[in-house]
Every structure is written in C-alpha cells, then in structure tokens.
C-alpha cells in the first residue's frame, strides 16, 4: 500500500518520539540489585530420594510485606544430574519499618512428579528449613527485615520429596513359601474430620510375593500431599497403616484378609479396636522415611482346634449334631446412600478412591467361621471332632483412639455353639447350647454367658470339652443346659 508523503513523515515522527519515551522509562527504572536492595543468595535443593536425572524447574517466590504486598517470582532450573542449582536475587527494600518484612518460599513448576519432587510451594523459617504452610507453622516464617541501606542474606531452600516412605518386607507365616504370586496391598489411612462429618484419605499400593519365595522387600511410598491433613481443632492426623489379602491367592494359601499395624510397626493386629495412630511424625521436610527392621509375617486366616463333645448321660441314643464357631468383629464401615441400609462395608473397592469412604464410622456384626458334624454314637461316651477358627491378635488394652469412634466394646471375639440334632432331649425348647468355659460342666442356652475367645492362643490354653449334661437344677435356674435324651 503506498503512502502520501506527509504521512510517511508523521509515522517516522511517532517512531522517533516512541524511543525516546522509552530511553526516558529505563533511566527511572532502578536497575535490580541496586543499593538498597535486598539480595538473597544460597542454593536450591533437590529431596535426596529424587530422581536426579531429570531435569526440574521453578520458581522463587518473595513476599515484600509493607503497606502493600508485592510477590515476585524468579524462576529457576536444576539440571539433570545435579543436586542443586545457586541462586543469587535482588528484592525491593520493604522499608525498616517493624511491620515491613520479606518472606521467602520455593516452588518446583515443570517435570516435578517425574523426578519425585513435590509441587506445592514451601516457605523458608525460622529454623533455616522449608515447611508446609499450616495455622501452626506458618507463624514460625523467616520475617527478614533490613534498613534503609539494604541487606544480603543467605537462605538455602530445600524442595520436599514427593513421597515419604516406609521401607520393610513381608514374610509368609512360618516357613511357608508361596505357590504362586500372592497379591497384597498395603494401605494408610488418614482420618480426618471437619465439622460435622469425617471421611478417610486412603492411599494404597500393591506388593506381590513371588511363586516360591517366603517373603517380599517393599518402599511404600505416600503422596506428600497425603501424609497430614488438618482437623478441626488445628490438629493434625497421622495415618494407619494396614494391608488387605484379598486375591484368590490369599486364600489358597490360608492368608488373612485384613491386617493393621501397630503405631511402632511391631505387630500386626487383626482388628481395627487395638490400632493407635502411627508414630510416624512430619519432620521439617513435611515427610518421612522409616525402615520397619523386622519382617512382618502375615497373619493366617484360621488354624484348627480339637474338641471333645462328651454324653451328658449314660445311655444308648445316637447323638448327631453340628458344632458351630461364630465371630462377633468390629468392622469400618463408609456412608453410602445408595446402599439399602445406607451404609456399606470399607473394601478394597472403597479405600482405593480419593475420598473413598465418606463419614466413616465402625459396626459390630456377628459372622460364621465355620461349621462341623459330630455324632456320638451308641455305643460311645464321646466324640472328638476338629473345628476351625480365626486367628486374632488384638491388643489387651485397645486403643481410646479409634475406640472413641466405634464406643467401649470395640474388640472381636469368638465363641463355640452346639447344635444338636437327633438325639437330644424333646423337652427342651431350643436345641443350642453355648460353650461356657473350663470350669462350667455344661452348655449354656444364653449366648451372653457364652466364653468369649479373645485370642488364638484362648483356644489352647485348656482342652476343650462340650459336655451335654443334663442338669435338672439349671432348668429350674433360670439357666438351661442342652440335654441329650434319656
């Protein structure tokens, strides 16, 4: 397009002015690190468990706090194959007033989870370490505060880890090998509550013991966006740790399903009633890395136990019935509206979402183990059968912190029922009798004076004898034995 000549000399007369308006800008910009400046110079660290072949980058982020508050972001970039990188900015004087200060935070923006570097920004304190942000440690910022002729300071910042990790192995119990792979996975849990509701932030991972091999080495590594979550006193609350043994595996090879840790990762409990919260705690680096030096064994679904049901009076009649074990359990349990009863049990299902169980609560149910015959016959006394139970381990005084959710009787137990079937005495109006311990010569028709085994070990402690004796003084009692005829 062709101009007139008069325009051609006003558009080079605008160009002309522009650079002159321009030089005029940058004279009255004060160049960066100019006196009265503050200067902040150290290092910029990568977490020593990162992934050091990567390259990351970022930023450093000041805070200039006086009547205004000014952010300003410097960016920065650690090379592949270097721990750290220096750093050395320049920063407006916030001015000497008491309420001026800088604060300082660091922050990694590209390829982060790659080279296992958290991406939340961290702020640099008072103990010369990069923390979290929370109600409590946020008080504990580095303020500085300079004079009217500026300052430098020396200031490393160290990026968090992506994960914190346990490390540790599982073993199969007692010289057991598996015959295939054996698929766990373990798990924390946060409980977190806020208001009026609670729900807890699962993470899990899964571990597999090899075909042939008796125990598997792990790194359970957890988000660091998972490790503490703030209640609602300001609080924070460490996770449980547990395992689930579902797979098919499991249960070829007699594994329990469910298992939880000990707050030292010592034991394993069978129920959530003997769990206290981990001693794991955040250290400065809002993480943790903990090596569990024995290994954990597995718990075993069930072993068996003799019994002897015995004749309660001499006679001729053929006695057949079925010896039954039930298991009375505390079980976690998750809000679910779009269940009949509203609620539903915490499965693999649910604990592997985000948020998987919402306004989680524990229930009590009963459940059966297991469910042999027996039969005296006419020319016996007695009969010695075999039954299976579940192996419990639980601590003798459960924890007031998860028993505050599900109320005082928060343990499991199990207990031994007779059924009896031919045989038995027509007068009575239940054919059931209760176990009720070493010292009770006969079975008990009420279930609440049934011997609550607490324990694998309460299953050996005494031999174990059902006697149908007939007791004619329990009928008038009111405590009514199971009769055989007469």
């Known amino acids: 397009m062709r101009f007139k000549d008069g325009t051609r000399v006003w558009v080079a007369r605008v160009k002309e002015l522009t650079g002159i308006l321009l030089v005029v800008l940058l004279l009255l910009t004060p160049l960066a ?13 990568r977490p020593a468990d990162s992934d050091k072949s990567v390259e990351i980058s970022g930023v450093v982020i000041t805070h200039v706090i006086n009547h205004t508050h000014q952010k300003i972001e410097y960016p920065f970039t650690i090379p592949a194959g270097n721990a750290s990188t220096a750093y050395d900015i320049s920063v407006p004087n916030p001015g000497s007033s008491v309420d001026d200060y800088i604060y300082l935070q660091v922050q990694c923006h590209t390829n982060c989870s790659d080279a296992l570097v958290s991406d939340r920004a961290v702020y640099y304190s008072e103990s010369h370490e990069t923390v979290a942000r929370n ?55 946060n409980p977190v509550s806020a208001y009026y509701t609670s729900w807890l932030v699962p993470h899990m991972q899964k571990v597999v013991i090899p075909e042939g091999a008796s125990q598997k080495g792990f790194a359970f590594r957890m988000d660091s966006s998972l490790e503490s979550f703030p209640t609602t006193n300001g609080g924070e609350s460490p996770p449980l740790f547990g395992y689930l043994c579902i797979s098919t595996s499991c249960r070829e090879h ?113 459940i059966p183990v297991s469910s042999v015959p027996f039969e005296i016959s006419a020319d016996q006394n007695s009969d010695v059968v075999k039954i299976s139970f579940e192996t419990m381990k639980q601590s003798s005084v459960p924890s007031g912190t998860i028993r505050a959710f599900g109320g005082s009787d928060a343990l499991e137990y199990q207990y ?71």
């Open 33 to 45: 690190g100019s006196a009265g400046d503050v200067r902040f110079v150290g290092s910029i660290n």
């Open 135 to 189: 109600r409590q440690r946020f008080l504990e910022l580095e303020r500085f505060q300079v004079g009217p002729g500026g300052d430098t300071f020396l200031a490393n910042l160290d990026l968090h880890p992506r994960y914190g990790v346990v490390r540790g192995r599982f073993k199969m119990p007692g010289n057991q090998r598996a015959n295939n792979p054996i698929e766990l996975w373990m798990f924390s849990l």
């Open 254 to 366: 007699n594994l329990k399903n469910l298992g939880w840790f000990d707050a030292d990762f010592d034991n394993l409990f069978s129920n959530i009633g003997s769990v206290e919260y981990s001693v794991l705690q955040m250290t400065g680096l809002e993480t943790f890395s903990f090596e569990i030096v024995q290994a954990i064994e597995l718990l075993s679904a069930k072993t068996t136990v003799d019994v002897e049901v015995i004749r309660g009076r001499r006679n001729d009649a053929v006695i057949t019935g079925r010896i039954v074990v039930e298991k009375s359990e505390q079980v976690l349990a998750c809000r679910d509206h779009t269940s009949p009863t509203g609620e539903r049990l915490a499965d693999l299902d649910s604990l592997s979402g985000r948020f998987g169980c919402f306004d989680f609560l524990l229930r009590r149910r009963t």
């Open 416 to 486: 031994i029922k007779v059924v009896c079937e031919t045989g038995c005495s027509s007068a009575l109006s239940s054919r059931t009798g209760y176990y009720a311990g070493e010292d009770v010569p006969s079975l008990r028709l009420n279930k609440a004076q049934s011997f609550k085994f607490k324990s694998t070990n309460d299953f050996y402690r005494f031999p174990i004898e059902l006697n149908l004796k007939h007791d004619v003084s329990s009928i008038i009692a009111p405590i009514i034995y199971l009769l055989d005829d007469e």
